[in-house]
Every structure is written in C-alpha cells, then in structure tokens.
Nanobody, 120 residues
Framework: VQLQASGGGLVQAGGSLRLSCAAS????????MGWYRQAPGKRRELVAT???????RYADSVKGLITISRDNAKNTVYLQMNGLKPEDTAVYYC???????????????WGLGTQVTVSS
C-alpha cells in the first residue's frame, strides 16, 4: 500500500492550503485516514483523523481552522487548512489504517510527507 500526498507549499500567514493524499495498492478496506505533522525539533503530532463513516477527530490547536474529509471511492483524504499561522509550518504526513487484500491483516501506512511553510 502506498500513500501519495500533494498540496504542500509556501503560503503567507492567514492563507489557505488544501492537502490531498491518495492510497493505492492492495487495499481491501481503509479504516481510518488522517494527517500528522512534525515541525523542526519537535515530535510528530496528530492533526486530524477521519474514520470510514466520517467520524472526525482534531487536535485542539487546529479546531475551527482545519477540516478533514475523505472520498472513499478514491481512497483519498483531504486536509483543508485555513487561517494558517507560522507555527503551522511542518512536514505533514498522511496516514492510513488499512485492511490489506488477501491476508486481511490490518496495518498502518504512512506517506513520505509534504512540506507546509507559513511565512509571517
């Protein structure tokens, strides 16, 4: 299973970005998809997750500014980020909890990350 993220970049404070992450490969079912981020010198932290039936979970620091959504038909998760701040600068990693075809085992998969830089 591979996760391909896109949509990162450089934006001014107060601006918006939309990240996308498409999963492909031996997928039987995707249980949870989400986004984490890691700023320089800091630990990776949860941004938001969404279940297969669209239950969402957000970090307190992003509530009201970020919206996660998913297209189950496309195995894709989106992260709409508004009102970006310099402290949102980080590498954003997409994540999927996948039931793999064939074995029907359940595993976590990660994308390589996409850089988001917010200038002041």
């Amino acid at each position: 299973v591979q996760l391909q993220a896109s949509g990162g970049g450089l934006v001014q404070a107060g601006g918006s970005l939309r990240l996308s992450c498409a999963a492909s490969g031996s997928i039987f079912f995707i249980n949870v998809m989400g986004w984490y981020r890691q700023a320089p010198g800091k630990r990776r932290e949860l941004v938001a997750t969404i279940s297969s039936d669209s239950d969402t979970r957000y970090a307190d620091s992003v509530k009201g500014l970020i919206t996660i959504s998913r297209d189950n038909a496309k195995n894709t998760v989106y992260l709409q980020m508004n009102g970006l701040k310099p402290e949102d600068t980080a590498v954003y990693y997409c994540y999927a909890d996948v039931t793999v075809s064939g074995t029907l085992s359940r595993s976590d998969f990660w994308g390589l990350g996409t850089q988001v830089t917010v200038s002041s």
